[in-house]
């Protein structure tokens, strides 16, 4: 495992954009993967493998590298980490985590959901009304979804996990976030139908930052 991280490290310090979209893309297609298996298993059907849909979810992660590179470094200038040789973790450090999930959560999240489920929409080759009928259906559920889990999982990528590496924890995360939201649906009859895709995949190669871990 040691050596596939310092390998995965080497060729994202020279092609960052390249790597991390590959890896994000790739880390998406586990996801929808683990996702479909889990609606075979929830509603007691044969497991039947849609490559078609797989794909979509790799080109969607791949495809928002540029987007939230340029975005993860509008943070970064934003709302800047103290910049100390040593871990601390004080009131300045605090206020700019917050202030990074706050904009992530308010900008990022409600654009990125809209964003996610528009472009799956016309990547299945349907049509606008489609489009305007799933955001209907599905985009506030989804977003209060999003709200329940992200901004904790966001403070810990923004706050402790250095820059380089937040693209394939908040990917992991989101396989399990996909698992999850699939588990809390078969608890319950009255639940919420929100489909095993979703938006939150975040991809950001700047790795340029003063040290981004204060403790």
Request: net charge positive.
């Given at each position: 495992?040691?050596?596939?991280l310092?390998?995965?490290?080497?060729m994202?310090?020279?092609?960052?954009l390249?790597t991390?979209?590959?890896?994000?893309?790739?880390?998406?297609g586990?996801?929808?993967?683990?996702?479909q298996?889990i609606?075979?298993?929830?509603?007691?059907?044969?497991?039947?493998?849609n490559?078609?849909?797989?794909?979509?979810?790799?080109a969607?992660?791949?495809?928002?590298?540029?987007i939230?590179h340029?975005w993860?470094?509008?943070?970064?200038?934003k709302?800047p980490?103290p910049?100390?040789?040593?871990?601390?973790?004080?009131k300045g450090?605090?206020?700019?985590?917050?202030?990074?999930?706050?904009?992530?959560q308010?900008?990022?999240?409600?654009?990125?959901?809209?964003?996610f489920y528009v472009?799956?929409?016309?990547?299945?080759?349907?049509?606008?009304?489609?489009?305007?009928?799933?955001l209907?259906?599905?985009?506030?559920?989804?977003?209060?979804?999003?709200?329940a889990v992200?901004?904790?999982?966001?403070?810990?990528?923004f706050g402790?996990?250095?820059?380089?590496?937040?693209?394939?924890?908040?990917?992991?995360?989101?396989?399990?976030w996909?698992?999850f939201?699939s588990w809390?649906?078969?608890?319950?009859?009255s639940?919420?139908?929100?489909?095993?895709?979703?938006?939150?995949?975040?991809?950001?190669p700047?790795?340029?930052?003063?040290?981004?871990?204060?403790?």
């Amino acid at each position: 495992m040691g050596s596939i991280l310092r390998a995965w490290t080497a060729m994202a310090e020279k092609q960052p954009l390249l790597t991390i979209a590959v890896t994000n893309g790739t880390l998406g297609g586990i996801g929808d993967l683990l996702a479909q298996t889990i609606e075979c298993h929830n509603s007691k059907k044969r497991f039947t493998w849609n490559p078609q849909r797989t794909l979509r979810f790799v080109a969607w992660g791949a495809i928002c590298a540029p987007i939230f590179h340029k975005w993860y470094q509008l943070l970064n200038r934003k709302f800047p980490l103290p910049a100390t040789q040593k871990q601390v973790i004080n009131k300045g450090f605090v206020a700019a985590v917050t202030q990074r999930v706050a904009a992530d959560q308010c900008v990022y999240a409600p654009i990125g959901i809209a964003g996610f489920y528009v472009a799956m929409n016309f990547m299945e080759g349907r049509n606008w009304e489609s489009a305007k009928a799933r955001l209907r259906e599905y985009y506030w559920p989804t977003l209060a979804a999003n709200y329940a889990v992200w901004p904790t999982v966001q403070a810990i990528n923004f706050g402790f996990v250095p820059p380089l590496y937040r693209v394939p924890f908040s990917s992991i995360v989101s396989i399990f976030w996909n698992s999850f939201i699939s588990w809390a649906n078969a608890q319950s009859s009255s639940a919420v139908d929100v489909p095993m895709e979703t938006a939150h995949t975040h991809v950001e190669p700047h790795r340029h930052e003063t040290i981004d871990v204060k403790a």
